[in-house]
């Protein structure tokens, strides 16, 4: 017997009630601008939304990142300096310098991002780079944490 | 009274469970640091603490064959495995190796998306007062060219869950609400309890991991309910708390000099003369004995903190003794 059977067992010879699950309601969306709303969210874990975008993204990032040698982009706007292909493994992004990706979804209520490994295989890439830019098409935002 | 000997035999046990060393100063870990790690101990900002931190612990995850995590839920519906960090410990260890381990108590599995939104929401909110955490991460495979393995751990809650009295400690998500507004746990701090968890949902949950060891527990507390009132899952905390003493009661684990104790001051309690005779002997005690006195292996309670100076003024001293005169002008409230 695997040790989740013996789990399993235990649970049901020690005769636990069962009981009927919750129900989760439907959080109501509050009315505003989710641009805005994520923006202020963001703020508060202080992080920065460039409101506008920049003409030219590559010049924006030598004007924003002036010292970044190690440049690992993942969108074809901007040509980096390492390929997010090549890592060799999970530490590699350590030395990175600034990480360029784009996201797929934003939540708008906790300014948060989503990430996943399909967007960037080695998904350390974007934790361990000492800068982090993303591009999130204001579309695809959501409000509510799934 | 805390000498610096005795703070760094105290580093390594957590004193709360979101913020573990909460109740050392930044000057604190700056000397901490410099003892360890060599830093500056006259630089006490916290961005150059965590710098000092990432250098020394993070080539160490980056050298690590394996990364070992908790969980802070599972999820039926999908499979993964879900951790809720703002340093990013465990999204490191837990993604920087090729091996990926994950311990998790089986009270952490949930039934799915819709749920887990909810107690993201309530844990952060509670723990940290934030939205969200920086990190919330899902751990549903092993990567490619990676390994992952669930370790789901019992030790004791399937027999916990049978237990009418005590399964509802199981819905706990570690929020520690019920720390932050015990007024035992303000007053005493984690390390007090001498358990992996602390506070109020320590006292209910460690008996059941060690119920000798821990037998003193349940004693530590005023049974006010703040704790059950403002817990997220509802948890009976208090009511939890007298079971355990019921518990302790009936198995006679109190130890001797406590039951000694607890009759004495019982006695004491049902004599209003007796009990401002003793308050009184108290407060002039700890004024005039000498400090090994006080301090002595006899007084727990100047183990690992100062012992209070006796306040000036007590609620009993300065009002008439029989309470008479008091009580014809409205002033006797003890």
Known sequence: ?????????????????????????????????????????????????????????????SQAFPDARRVCSAVPEVTGTVDPAGFPDWAAPASLDVTLIRFPLGVA?????????????????????????????????????? | MTSAPKARRHW???????????????????????????????????????????????PLILAADAGMTGANFAIAETG???????????????????????????????PGLAELAVFIRLLARSATGERITQYTSHFAAPRAGGEMHVVLVDNGRTERLADERFWPSLKCIRCTACLNTCPVYRRSGGLSYGATYMGPIGIITMPADDVRRYRELPFASTLNGSCAGVCLVHINIHEQIYAW???????????HHQEGDHES??????????????????????????HFAIYSRLNARGRYRDVPAAPPQTFTSGTPATGAAARGAGHDRT
């Open chain 2, 80 to 110: 993964a495995i879900v951790t809720v960090t703002n340093e990013g410990n465990a999204d490191l260890s837990a993604n920087v190796p090729a091996l990926r381990i994950c311990s998790v108590g089986i009270e952490k599995v949930i």
């Open chain 1, 1 to 61: 017997m695997t040790a989740r059977e013996d789990i399993l067992a235990a649970i049901r010879s020690h005769g636990a009630t069962p009981r009927d699950l919750p129900h989760v309601p439907d959080f109501p969306q509050p009315a505003g601008n989710l641009v805005s709303l994520f923006s202020a969210a963001l703020a508060r874990l202080d992080g920065a939304t460039v409101a506008q975008p920049p003409a030219v993204l590559t010049q924006w990032m």
């Open chain 2, 265 to 290: 001051r019982g006695r004491r309690a049902e004599q209003p003369r007796a009990f401002r005779a003793a308050a009184e002997a108290d407060s002039t005690a700890l004024r005039v004995l000498p």
């Open chain 2, 245 to 255: 003493r019921e518990v302790m009661d009936v198995g006679r684990r109190v130890l």
């Open chain 1, 109 to 146: 209520e906790t300014g948060s991002i989503l990430l996943t490994e399909s967007d960037l295989a080695v998904t350390t890439a974007a934790v361990l780079a000492s800068h982090l830019v993303v591009l999130l098409d204001p579309v695809p935002l959501e409000y509510l944490v799934t």
């Open chain 2, 12 to 58: 390594g046990r957590a004193a709360h469970i979101v913020g573990p060393a909460f109740q050392k100063t930044t000057q604190d870990v700056a000397e901490e640091f410099h003892r360890v790690y060599d830093s500056d101990p006259a630089r006490a900002d916290p961005v150059y603490l965590a710098h000092v931190m990432r250098e020394h612990t993070r």
